[in-house]
């Protein structure tokens, strides 16, 4: 199998043309993020307190889902380009509106500005994702996801550092203007690659991504299980953290300063695993090893931070950086792979049930569940966490070992 480097260098010049605008606009979306996330968190905990943000990460997931379902309608009547391009510039507008609004005194557009930081990054980055796997065959996916997904996660590490910067010596608010623009960019990437023609994806199809999933379900309803039961793992080990770290770091400012180093360690160490270790995994071992080692490794990583002392700052970032930038790299480059036996609108209508409505209502619903008084009780305390995560980390694996053998009948 040829590597990514030859893929491009004997390619002809409109493939390197769409690789260029494709990995440049990941690279635009995910450096926007840390600055659009610090931001919106640090003014979230102005208004708000730990206590709140289960209930706020349930507001916002509910939010996505119905503009999930316009975007699905909108999609075959505008196409995927137009409708990247409306999804970037209205959230642009409701974002500024919070933000100006939370500033004059509405303690409300905190929750505003939170629940559009959560839909907008998963609509710009998953749309991108799907066209690409949409654009590239499966072994050219093989090979530039890895890198991709590390163009993106340079982007991360660079938004992180200059929200970082950015924070210390000008203040939060420059921060949050800056991310803006950032996006508007992304957005105006992403348009220029629309000459592009895919079939299954031209406007005014009689089929919307959605319908287009219903030969495929059962497989579609294996990835969005083990999406979910991955999301409940992660906002466990998120929430954890959060605990923690209001507890310890209490200072607007200095949150965000924060924050944004924080976000570029998960960016890092998506980094190294996307471009350097990913490429090798993909070559040397099978999708389904590569799939079954993500969680237990996981198991480790919990296990060893509650031998290490899972209450301290240090540590629980540690572990929740570790398993994030799993979560960013080597979890999405191998499920953006399980999308290729299905065709073009299929891929879009997957990606709407699994990476967007499924992973953020998965998340909804642990946030919910999280949120009510009995549990926060009965829950309380790290260890009782972790053991949370165990029982999931567990179900995650037989759901796995239940997809490669679908997987298996869907291709012949």
Request: hydrophobic content about 55%.
């Amino acid at each position: 199998m040829k590597n990514y480097f030859e893929i491009f260098r004997e390619a002809p010049h409109e493939f390197k043309k769409i690789t260029s605008l494709l990995f440049a606009t990941y690279f635009f979306v995910l450096f926007s993020y840390p600055l659009v996330r610090s931001v919106s968190s640090a003014v979230f905990y102005e208004a708000y307190t730990a206590d709140d943000y289960s209930f706020a990460t349930f507001i916002g997931v509910i939010a996505l889902m119905i503009i999930i379902g316009v975007n699905n309608k909108l999609q075959n009547r505008i196409g995927v380009h137009k409708l990247y391009l409306v999804t970037g510039f209205v959230s642009v507008i409701v974002m500024l509106g919070a933000f100006i609004g939370f500033n004059n005194g509405m303690k409300q557009m905190a929750l505003v500005l939170f629940a559009t930081k959560e839909a907008y990054i998963v609509l710009l980055v998953h749309t991108c994702l799907a066209f690409a796997n949409a654009y590239y065959s499966l072994d050219q996916m093989k090979q530039l996801i890895g890198p991709m997904g590390a163009a993106g996660s340079v982007g991360g590490i660079l938004g992180g550092q200059v929200t970082s910067k950015l924070a210390k010596n000008i203040g939060t608010d420059p921060v949050f203007y800056f991310a803006l623009m950032a996006i508007l960019v992304t957005v105006i990437l992403f348009y220029f690659t629309r000459h592009t023609e895919i079939k299954g994806l031209e406007p005014n199809k009689s089929i919307t991504p959605l319908k287009a999933v219903r030969g495929v379900k059962k497989y579609v309803f294996l990835i969005a299980t083990i999406v979910s039961i991955s999301q409940f793992v992660i906002f466990v080990a998120d929430l954890q953290f959060n605990v923690v770290f209001e507890q310890i770091v209490q200072e607007k400012d200095a949150r965000t300063a924060y924050l944004g180093n924080f976000y570029s360690m998960i960016n890092i160490v998506s980094l190294v695993l996307q471009f350097i270790i990913l490429p090798l995994l993909l070559m040397k071992f099978s999708t389904r090893s590569i799939f079954l080692a993500i969680p237990v490794l996981y198991i480790f990583l919990i296990a060893t931070g509650l031998g290490a002392g899972i209450g301290t700052l240090f540590i629980v970032a540690s572990v929740f950086i570790a398993m994030k930038g799993m979560d960013y790299s080597v979890f999405g480059a191998v499920k953006e792979v399980m999308y290729s036996p299905l065709f073009s609108l299929q891929k879009f209508g997957a990606k709407y049930i699994t990476d967007m409505f499924v992973y953020r209502s998965a998340k909804a619903l642990i946030a919910f569940v999280m949120a009510q008084e009995v549990v926060k009780q009965t829950v309380e305390g790290t260890y009782t966490l972790a053991v949370i995560q165990f029982i999931c980390l567990s179900l995650w694996i037989f759901c796995i070992f239940v997809l490669f053998k679908e997987q298996k009948r869907l291709k012949h």
